[in-house]
Structure formats: structure tokens, C-alpha cells
């Protein structure tokens, strides 16, 4: 059984194969589909956004898809960037760039009114367009300035409070086990698992 990854993230790949490691699927990404276009996220929701990629890829590749959206959630900001973590700055910015934008913004804001959350939908669609999601939530707060080399996005301003350090301190291992992606992905292994099995029962006759 064939899933293909819908994100070419370099980041997010390497969480999403160590998370499903011990599923017996062999995982694709964008990279084997070089001719795939661009994924839109004009949704409004995280939900409507990872299903958009699921299906179309599914679609495209005759495979199962997954797909994943999400994003930081900043209680002193209004719940922002949320939806628009990776885009509100435009094409061009890093992710340095969004680093500072949310830390000049959250300069000066109390310790406890420093609260956040990572949220991630997971969407998991069938080629025929059938598309089931999960959701995974990790709470922390926002550091008063980058910490830590690993991971990717916003994880290096993001304390979690229960390690008291920075996602991007946390070792692969630990991240894995409590970040928003793991917990929408565990949430959603049982209907992976399902898929798994229907497929080998058809190959199998």
C-alpha cells in the first residue's frame, strides 16, 4: 500500500515518515509527482485547507492522500496568524521573518498573557474523493525570543511548558510525542489502518 505525503515541507516529511514508521505502507511526497501544481490554502479553516490538498492529490495520483494544515494560534493576538501562519507575509518571507513579526508583536505582553497553541487537521482522502480529518492540538506560550536549532516554523519561539524549553529545543523523539501534527496523526491511525487493511484484502482477493 502506497500513501502519498501531499507536501514537498522537507520538515514536515520527516515528521510524517517517523510518525508512520510502523505502518506497513510505503510513503511517497510531492517530490515523486514532480509534476503536481502548487497546492492552494485559500480556505478559511484548517479543516477545509488540508482536505483541499488531500483530495486533489489523491485524485491526481490514483493513491491515498494526507494531508496536513496548521498553524500557530496566539490568544493576545486575536488568534492570529492561525490560518495564515505560512502565508500572512507574503511569498517571500522566511520563516525567520514570521519569527519576528509574531515576537515584536507579543514585546512587552505579560507572562501570562503569553499563552498559544499549535493546531493541526489532518486530512486523509481516497482517490475517489472521500476525505475523513482529525485534529491535534499542543498548548505553550510564545518565548520572549528564538531558541533552539531544530524543527521548523514557529517552533523555536513556541515554549512548551511541561519540558520548559522551545519546541526547537526538543529532540525529534520528544517533539513526536506531543506535538500537534503526532496527536492528529495518532487520532487518525486507526482509519489509516483500516485503509491499509481494505487494500491488502483487495489485493489479496
Not at 509527482?33 to 485547507?49: C, H, R, S
Not at 519569527?99 to 493541526?120: K, S, Y
Amino acid at each position: 500500500m502506497e500513501i502519498v505525503l501531499a507536501t514537498r515541507n522537507p520538515g514536515k516529511i520527516r515528521e510524517l515518515q517517523a510518525l508512520l514508521a510502523d505502518l506497513p505502507v510505503r510513503l511517497l511526497t510531492l517530490d515523486d509527482y514532480p509534476a503536481t501544481p502548487p497546492l492552494p490554502e485559500t480556505g478559511d479553516t484548517f479543516e477545509a485547507n488540508a482536505t483541499s490538498k488531500a483530495t486533489l492529490v489523491a485524485r491526481l495520483t490514483g493513491r491515498i492522500a494526507l494531508a496536513d494544515d496548521s498553524g500557530l494560534e496566539v490568544d493576545a493576538l486575536g488568534g492570529a496568524p492561525g490560518v495564515h501562519s505560512a502565508t500572512f507575509l507574503g511569498p517571500h518571507a522566511t520563516e525567520a521573518d514570521r519569527n519576528a513579526w509574531v515576537l515584536e508583536r507579543m514585546r512587552g505582553v505579560e507572562e501570562e498573557r503569553r499563552a498559544a497553541r499549535f493546531r493541526a487537521v489532518v486530512a486523509v482522502s481516497t482517490p475517489d474523493g472521500l476525505a475523513r480529518t482529525f485534529e491535534g492540538t499542543c498548548e505553550g506560550r510564545i518565548a520572549d525570543a528564538p531558541r533552539g536549532i531544530g524543527g521548523f516554523g514557529y517552533d523555536p519561539i513556541f515554549i512548551v511548558p511541561e519540558y520548559g524549553c522551545t519546541m526547537g529545543e526538543l529532540p525529534p523523539e520528544s517533539k513526536n510525542a506531543i506535538s500537534h501534527r503526532a496527536r492528529a496523526l495518532w487520532a487518525a491511525r486507526d482509519h489509516i489502518a483500516s485503509l491499509v487493511g481494505a487494500g491488502k484484502r483487495l489485493r489479496d482477493g
